[in-house]
T-cell receptor
């Protein structure tokens, strides 16, 4: 299973765009890239998933270059409520079944 | 629709006691996952079931841990006997299918073993 590397922490201010980059050099052909968000005292919540190029939903955008060895989660105009831990996952067929390996995540702090 | 339901939300017990955590997945989901989260080790996958069958239990730390899924709407994670190092937040998640599908997490059970 591919290992992911992302910054331990990031700081931003309200209204700014935040980009969190994740590297996954050993990503396999059939692996998807998924991002989860976790608030304190809550379970992780799915944000976005992609395979290649760009994916956008109402919450975020995900940019994946052609070699797929990295990906960037983009959060437009963050607010204080976006303060959370963001996990980049590359899953992961193990024996034909999905296996998500959560790394340490990136702690994003949004300041007023 | 109700999300993943876990009970209890908090559990405090003494070392050596049996602890049972419960999970009700989202209706229609056929995969269920148990995770443990600690500050030191982060979020770890313990076991997952597909169609009520345990598929991968390689993350279960010791024989003291066991999990069952008697039907599609209920699963338990049992620790017997419990130890202080088992203190953590235990999450249950469910999803549809077996591949890249989104996992929906419950609120977690915060376990403290004294």
């Amino acid at each position: 299973l591919a290992k992911t590397t992302q910054p331990i922490s990031m700081d931003s201010y309200e209204g700014q765009e935040v980009n969190i980059t994740c590297s996954h050099n050993n990503i396999a052909t059939n692996d998807y890239i998924t991002w989860y968000q976790q608030f304190p005292s809550q379970g992780p919540r799915f944000i976005i998933q992609g395979y290649k190029t760009k994916v956008t939903n109402e919450v975020a955008s995900l940019f994946i270059p052609a070699d797929r060895k990295s990906s960037t989660l983009s959060l437009p105009r963050v607010s204080l409520s976006d303060t959370a831990v963001y996990y980049c996952l590359v899953g992961g067929f193990s024996g034909g079944y999905n296996k998500l390996i959560f790394g340490a995540g990136t702690r994003l702090a949004v300041h007023p | 629709d109700a999300g993943v339901i876990q009970s209890p939300r908090h559990e405090v017990t003494e070392m050596g006691q049996e602890v049972t955590l419960r999970c009700k997945p989202i209706s229609g989901h056929n995969s269920l996952f148990w995770y443990r989260q600690t500050m030191m080790r982060g979020l770890e996958l313990l076991i997952y079931f597909n169609n009520n069958v345990p598929i991968d239990d390689s993350g279960m730390p010791e024989d003291r841990f066991s999990a069952k899924m008697p039907n599609a709407s209920f699963s338990t994670l049992k620790i017997q006997p419990s130890e202080p190092r088992d203190s953590a937040v235990y999450f249950c998640a469910s999803s549809v299918g077996t591949g890249k599908e989104t996992q929906y997490f419950g609120p977690g059970t915060r376990l403290l073993v004294l």
